[in-house]
């Protein structure tokens, strides 16, 4: 086997896993709405999010019966916004996350502006290239591996490790 077989061999294995953990990754939609709701009400108590509409995260159907999560318009006290969706489809073993997009725009001034992370499983795409779920850090073409977790969990990592974190000068 070449080294080129063994990388292909390697990310399909990932995937593998990867999808092994997705697929046990089940959740009602309502509860993860008001979990998220929650989660973000909390975050404003704590003065780390400035706007917050009173329904900052709804619930909607779309085609075929899944069901979407959408939060828009969060604003944080650092000037930095944050946007969300997360899709869930019904199957047999309850509602599994199909895909979510976190997209948080930096305040500036920042050496980045922006990081989006997302789960997609699109069935067309090269493992090697692009993970399942991946980060994107500006407007980069690398797709960076980012390990598959609850969406309330990617939350969490938002609001309170990259928002305030990412693209900060750390010198003195």
């Known amino acids: 086997m070449n080294l080129d077989d063994e990388l292909v061999e390697i990310a399909r294995l990932n995937d593998a896993a990867t999808q092994a953990s997705l697929d046990s990754l089940t959740v009602e939609p309502a509860l993860l709405l008001r979990h998220l709701r929650y989660y973000l009400s909390r975050q404003s108590d704590y003065r780390r999010i400035t706007r917050l509409k009173e329904r900052a ?73 692009v993970p399942l779920c991946h980060l994107h850090i500006d407007s980069s073409r690398p797709h960076i591996p980012f390990p598959i977790v609850n969406p309330r969990l990617v939350l969490h990592l938002v609001c309170q490790h990259l928002e305030p974190d990412i693209g900060q000068d750390t010198q003195p």
């Open 57 to 129: 995260v709804e619930l909607t159907q779309v085609e075929g019966g899944a069901q979407e999560l959408e939060g828009s318009a969060i604003e944080f006290s650092s000037g930095s916004a944050l946007a969300f969706r997360i899709r869930l489809e019904q199957g047999r073993t309850g509602w599994a996350v199909k895909q979510f997009r976190f997209h948080v725009k930096l305040a500036q001034p920042r050496c980045v502006k922006m990081v989006r992370i997302h789960l997609n499983r699109a069935t067309a795409r090269d493992p090697l290239a």
